[in-house]
């Protein structure tokens, strides 16, 4: 009678642990696509232009993302009802020239980021690039 030991198949690591792997690619993939997106939402902007009046609040908001958040008044004719424009600075160079115009007719100009997927970013989707002081 001989002798034989029976021959158990040898498993690689990535047979063993293939629902993990499997699980760990999907997560890269959801967080890679997210990247992305945020990405290419704050990078292009859906529209941009002007609006002007008066800055009649500006403040730094927020718990964890800290952003700053401002209104701006939009008169049409003196003595007419306001319209508010509410808007967002990233910049602190844009931030500042705010401070330094509060008071006086500013003209801001804004890029308008839709999808956004976060509010971590500013609270509205309309982000401020540029500031000009009008004369009065």
């Known amino acids: 009678m001989t002798n034989e030991t029976a021959t158990v198949p040898s498993t690689t690591f990535f047979r063993r642990h293939r629902w993990q792997l499997v699980l760990v690619a999907l997560v890269l993939v959801v967080v890679g696509v997210g990247s992305l997106w945020t990405l290419i939402t704050l990078t292009f902007s859906y ?53 330094d115009a509060e008071g006086k007719r500013v003209a801001l100009h804004y890029q308008e980021k839709k999808g956004i997927p976060s509010s971590c970013f500013g609270d509205t989707r309309y982000f401020i690039s540029d500031v000009r002081v009008l004369n009065p």
């Open 47 to 99: 529209s941009d232009g002007d609006r002007v009046g008066y800055v009649q609040k500006f403040s730094h908001k927020g718990w964890i993302c800290r952003t700053w958040e401002g209104e701006l008044a939009m008169t049409p004719v003196p003595g007419a009802a306001p319209e508010i424009f509410l808007f967002t600075a990233r910049d602190k160079k844009v931030v500042q020239q705010i401070h």
